[in-house]
């Protein structure tokens, strides 16, 4: 059974995650405490799910940082990045999602996801005129 996460939206800039992550909970809790031990069990256990957003247009000192948090040796488990380009993460196993054109109507998108490890496995794919799906021809 899948269990609950908290998503926490990371919009400033930043050189340490875990003080912009702290931050924002404690704003969230208000007065109430919240030891940095039980903030990284809950990231190593996938309790708290981190989103940066629009990491392409942010300072290159924030844009550094992020890219290199898993060579710091981050407990993060959880992190989804919003971004114009792929940042540089190095050897991580990752899933991306990349918006494209779809061919069927004016206003249609469809995405495609290829992890990173395996580019052009997983994809996939508009269906064609009939209806059947276009990765199974």
């Known amino acids: 059974m899948a269990h609950q996460m908290l998503p926490v939206f990371i919009v400033e800039e930043t050189s340490n995650l875990f003080e912009s992550l702290a931050r924002n909970l404690r704003g969230m809790l208000g007065e109430d405490e919240l030891p940095d031990d039980l ?59 990349r918006p494209e054109p779809y061919r069927g109507t004016a206003d249609s998108l469809h995405f495609r996801v290829s992890p ?11 269906p064609t005129s009939d209806g059947s799906d276009s990765s199974r021809a």
């Open 39 to 97: 903030l990284r069990g809950l990231l190593g256990k996938q309790r708290i799910m981190i989103v940066v957003d629009a990491l392409s247009e942010r300072e290159p000192p924030t844009q550094r940082h992020i890219e290199t948090l898993y060579d710091q040796g981050w407990p993060v488990n959880a992190l989804v990045i919003t971004s114009r380009r792929d940042p540089d993460l190095k050897a991580v196993d990752r899933t991306s999602l």
């Open 116 to 126: 990173a490890q395996e580019t052009g496995k997983g994809l996939l794919r508009a």
